[in-house]
């Protein structure tokens, strides 16, 4: 990395930290430390959301998943937009009527304090576990491909983003994140005219997208009914709308960043300019990942993208085996450069169908040649990672993209991680101190006492995301449990949360009793069949309604008689 | 819990448009992007 790339990193890193800070310093009573004081306008409101959302993950490897499997992955989106519209007008103005901090507040006073306490701790369950995979991720890929040490680069992302939310607090989280989202959004930005740029002289937009095309990596829409199908048009309508009603209308730290705005208007606008905003700029990010996968049609990949690896297995006994794939690959690629070039020379539909066909049979002869050399690596060093696709658009970036220009997407990367991360550690303290401590401990206490103990339990669960990233290497099967935890819970809260507001009658044991058998249905469902995470999130809502409704009729019919 | 700053802007109205025809726009729009992805793919297929 150059000077200027350090100078446009760690300045901006810097200005907006220190900004975060300034403007929020002296936030010593609770509404200011864990809702802003109410003082966020709409526009924050909606930046702050998707801020907490963006992972550095979602820069990381969804342009590596745009560059394997093209747009298709934007179906996850497509029920947000329906599902913000859902909470605008059901979820913002109930939270705000009953004046609660968390959303788990809102539980005890429709039910009773164990609903709201069992919800409260599956959110820090779920939400303490992946504060640690959040600064996880990045680090091991930022270390991997700039070679810098691991645990210092998790340290570097944990320990900034701890500091500015122990001192400043929600506020500071969303000020902070306005800041981060801005450049996150411009920087992708950035990155898709510099890769265009980047493409030989006479390949304008419109032929990259027709070579993209071609090779279907514009296939953003799959009509398959089959649930097993992780992404389709339907799975991601309904499924992501149950997934999006969940998460952004009762996982805390997403109800956190909109019960800061100053009325419920600004609040109810911020969240709906995330549902129009999100579609767009999940699919920038995406065909960032295909003019990269355009950009390596007309310039020879690496044969595998995580370097490290690569290195590593070259020092064993594969190194021949491996040095042979690699000259094989070049030997592919140079034919698939000349179906290339057919290709875009063709001028009418036929010669246009024969060149697509040769050019799709020489991409899967480069292919097979890159899934040799990735079982090769993997026999070679049994522990190696051997997914290169999280690997792809970072490689890329150092090897072709212009001093500055590394600076500025390393900063996107770290304003991602620390943006998800702040949001994750303010939320946490807050469902802790609001839910458990003032609720169970110490009910008590002064204001000052709470601000006390909100920034304790922020440096208490930054620690723990902070070991859990640093220890996670050597638990592979947790992270993986981890990732898949979410939509094992999300529907089940979700349940609970649409009987408190849409019901009357049904009793608080009635709707724990269904909450743990709809828990069970969907744990099953992960367990026995391969369907599609999404769908978890619909059956365990579903689940729980319909067992309520039933087990309240069952009781109330057995009282009568 | 709230600060009374708070309860005077209890509004809920939105700074521009109505509620209604915001919440058609971020419908519609969902529309116009499956749409637009449908059309991405048969241009360029």
């Known amino acids: 990395m150059s000077n200027l790339d350090w100078i446009v990193l760690c300045g901006t890193l810097a200005a907006i930290v220190g900004f975060g800070v300034w403007r929020t310093r002296g936030a010593h009573d609770m509404s200011r430390y864990l809702r802003g004081g109410n003082q966020e306008s709409w526009l924050t409101i909606g930046l702050s959301v998707m801020a907490t959302q963006a992972s550095a993950v979602t820069f990381l490897s969804m342009p590596g998943q745009a560059y394997q499997d093209g747009m298709r992955f934007i179906q996850f989106y497509f029920g947000l937009p329906l599902a913000t519209i859902v909470i605008s007008i059901v979820f913002i103005p109930r939270y705000f009527q009953a004046r609660v901090f968390t959303a788990y507040e809102f539980l005890e006073a429709r039910f009773d304090r164990k609903t709201r306490q069992l919800t409260a701790f599956l959110f820090l369950l779920q939400r303490g576990l992946s504060a640690g995979i959040t600064i996880y991720a990045p680090s091991i890929i930022v270390s991997s491909v700039l070679g810098w040490p691991f645990r210092l680069t998790c340290l570097c992302i944990g320990a900034i983003v701890i500091v500015y939310t122990i001192v400043g607090g929600a506020r500071a989280v969303s000020q902070t994140q306005k800041q981060q989202m801005v450049i996150m959004l411009a920087g992708m930005a950035a990155a898709f005219v510099v890769i265009v740029w980047r493409l030989p002289a006479d390949v304008t937009v419109g032929k990259a997208l027709r070579v993209a095309g071609a090779l279907g990596k514009l296939d953003a829409l799959d009509f398959s009914t089959n649930p097993n199908t992780r992404y389709t048009l339907w799975s991601g309508l309904l499924g992501g709308f149950f997934l999006s009603l969940a998460y952004f209308g009762t996982d805390q730290s997403q109800v956190q960043r909109y019960l800061g705005a100053r009325s419920i208007g600004q609040s109810r606008v911020g969240l709906l300019f995330n549902g129009l905003l999100k579609i767009p700029m999940q699919a920038l990010i995406l065909l960032v990942g295909v003019m990269v996968f355009v950009f390596y049609q007309f310039n020879l990949p690496p044969v595998f993208f995580n370097q490290a690896e690569l290195t590593r297995a070259k020092q064993t006994v594969a190194a021949p085996t491996i040095e042979r794939l690699e000259e094989e690959h070049a030997g592919t690629f140079a034919k698939q450069r000349v179906a290339l070039e057919r290709f875009l020379r063709a001028t009418d539909a036929t010669d246009r169908a024969a060149g697509r066909r040769d050019l799709q049979r020489a991409v899967e002869r480069t292919a097979t040649v890159r899934e040799e050399a990735r079982r090769t690596i993997a026999a070679a060093v049994p522990d190696a990672n051997t997914k290169d696709s999280d690997y792809i658009f970072l490689s890329f970036v150092m090897a072709n993209l212009p001093r500055g220009m590394i600076g500025l997407l390393l900063v996107v990367i770290f304003c991602a991680a620390m943006s998800a991360v702040a949001g994750e550690l303010s939320a946490l303290a807050s469902t802790t101190v609001v839910d458990f401590y003032r609720r169970s401990i110490r009910p008590q206490a002064s204001d000052a006492h709470y601000v006390r103990a909100a920034q304790v339990f922020t440096a208490l669960w930054g620690a723990l995301a902070l070991a859990f990233a640093v220890f996670a290497s050597l638990l592979d099967n947790l992270i993986q449990a981890v990732n898949i935890l979410g939509s094992l819970f999300y529907g089940t809260i979700l349940g609970i949360f649409l009987l408190a507001f849409f019901t009357r009658r049904l009793g608080a044991n009635v709707v724990c009793i269904a909450a743990v058998l709809a828990e069970a249905i969907v744990i099953a469902m992960f367990g026995a069949t391969k369907i599609s995470f999404l769908w978890y999130n619909v059956v365990g809502c579903m689940a729980v309604v319909a067992l309520a409704t039933l087990l309240h009729r069952v009781t109330t019919s057995a009282g009568r008689a | ?45």
């Open chain 2, 1 to 45: 819990m709230r600060d009374s700053t708070l309860e005077n802007t209890l509004d809920d109205q939105p700074p521009f448009l109505t509620w209604r025809a915001l919440h058609i726009i971020v419908a519609l729009s969902l529309v116009i992007e499956i749409a637009a992805f449908a059309a991405l793919r048969w241009i360029y297929r």
